[in-house]
């Protein structure tokens, strides 16, 4: 059964998400506190994490940066933060999805299961042993693992998605619709301009100088390809 913790400072929020997931067959934590939650999200074993980003004693911007630092593990914003810089900060910093409130329980429960379905299917034994060797980057779909010159790389689950489609289909520019529609779905709501900020953030891991990238290049008017 996968575990989930909430990390959700409104009682009636938090109690609605609990109960609609545990009516799922999720097993369920909640609290209400950032710092609380941040070290129980990191002393324990969850399958995912639910975080709000306006919390007391610690942000939930703050949590999913110290979360992204030590686990590899779906991470889903639930926010009333309506403005597109938030929800690329919260992207950015390492989140796998973002809903805004109000919501409706039924769409939580479909992007939990979405989520971890997704990360599942990566890093599960299900997955076929393949690994993509390009210069010095190394990357291991089977165990989920990045590594640049030996050097281990932490990736969050779409970071990994969207570099490992690509490095799975070299030399092919795609659009941000289309790496979106892939790796986020095709019935997700959502800006394209994650892909921008994921592309971003993938560079800064794996080029020397992500301003005159080694392997995944912009292609202008079209979008990005990766190069063998």
Known sequence: MAKILIIEDETNIAELEKDY???NGFEVDVVHDGQIGLDKALENTYSLVIVDLMLPNLSGFSIIKRIREH???PLLVVSAKLKEVD???GLG???DDYIT??????E???RVKSNLMKYNRLVGKSVEEHTIEVGDLCIDISTHEVTLKGETL????KEFELLAFMAQNPNVAFSKERLFSRIWGADNYGDIATVTVHIQKIRSKIEEDSSNPRYIET????????VD
């Open 21 to 23: 997931l545990e009516s």
């Open 71 to 73: 686990k590899d593990i």
């Open 87 to 89: 929800k690329i900060r």
């Open 93 to 95: 910093l390492g989140a």
């Open 101 to 106: 409130k109000p919501f409706s329980p039924g």
């Open 108 to 110: 939580l429960v479909a």
């Open 154 to 157: 932490i990736f969050t689950t």
């Open 219 to 226: 292609v202008w008017g079209v979008g990005y390809r990766f």
